[in-house]
T-cell receptor, first 113, second 113 residues
Framework: ELKVEQNPLFLSMQEGKNYTIYCNYS?????LYWYRQDPGKSLESLFV?????AVKQEGRLMASLDTKARLSTLHITAAVHDLSATYFC?????????????FGTGTRLQVTL | KAGVTQTPRYLIKTRGQQVTLSCSPI?????VSWYQQTPGQGLQFLFE???????NKGNFPGRFSGRQFSNSRSEMNVSTLELGDSALYLC????????????FGPGTRLTVL
């Protein structure tokens, strides 16, 4: 059974600082997603990473994927308060005609002044 | 383009009752997936439907069921509600989950008393 682990579970960081969220998964997958969730809201798609070595950047967020190490990272550069949210990685698995996303535990990010 | 819509947004039920939740996908999307989100278990996959066929089912009891209609709208039903069914139920749609990002609706928050 696929297991997806994120760390840290909670991250409090000051504005302007850099930090990285890690996502480890236990079986081979060719597609990994990062989502953001604000309190009481739904999931917003941030990135989809499709292949080994893939790197995507949007604003202060950069995601990368190492399929050999089964590791994805979400790097936050010069954090601002608006980035406060919970971030989830999700690994896509496909079996025949079936597909599903397996989510990590989430990392609650709190950016303070 | 309108996003994924879910109705109702909030529901309060008592133990033993049943409930039906509805999801309308983004226009043109034929795949609909359902997820349950709870503080204890996180985000867990329930089902995936494509062109009215259930292609995948998560590890949930038979009290949880669903269907998809010819217009791609989907419903999920939970019978004989238990306290532990209290959760945020999220629906996601995609053109095809093998190749495309899943876009999530706002969710239905179910409270079982």
């Amino acid at each position: 059974e696929l297991k997806v682990e994120q760390n840290p579970l909670f991250l409090s960081m000051q504005e302007g600082k850099n930090y990285t969220i890690y996502c480890n998964y236990s079986t081979t997958s060719d597609r990994l997603y990062w989502y953001r969730q604000d309190p009481g809201k739904s999931l917003e798609s941030l990135f989809v990473l499709l292949s080994n070595g893939a790197v995507k950047q949007e604003g202060r967020l950069m995601a990368s994927l190492d399929t050999k190490a089964r590791l994805s990272t979400l790097h936050i550069t010069a954090a601002v308060h608006d980035l406060s949210a919970t971030y989830f990685c999700a690994v896509a698995t496909y079996t025949g005609t079936a597909s599903k996303l397996t989510f990590g535990t989430g990392t609650r990010l709190q950016v303070t002044l | 383009k309108a996003g994924v819509t879910q109705t109702p947004r909030y529901l309060i039920k008592t133990r033993g009752q049943q409930v039906t939740l509805s999801c309308s996908p983004i226009s043109g999307h034929r795949s609909v997936s359902w997820y349950q989100q709870t503080p204890g278990q996180g985000l867990q996959f329930l089902f995936e439907y494509f062109s009215e066929t259930q292609r995948n089912k998560g590890n949930f009891p038979g009290r949880f069921s669903g269907r998809q209609f010819s217009n791609s709208r989907s419903e999920m039903n939970v019978s004989t509600l238990e306290l532990g069914d209290s959760a945020l139920y999220l629906c996601a749609s995609s053109l095809d989950p093998f190749t495309d990002t899943q876009y999530f609706g706002p969710g239905t928050r179910l409270t079982v008393l």
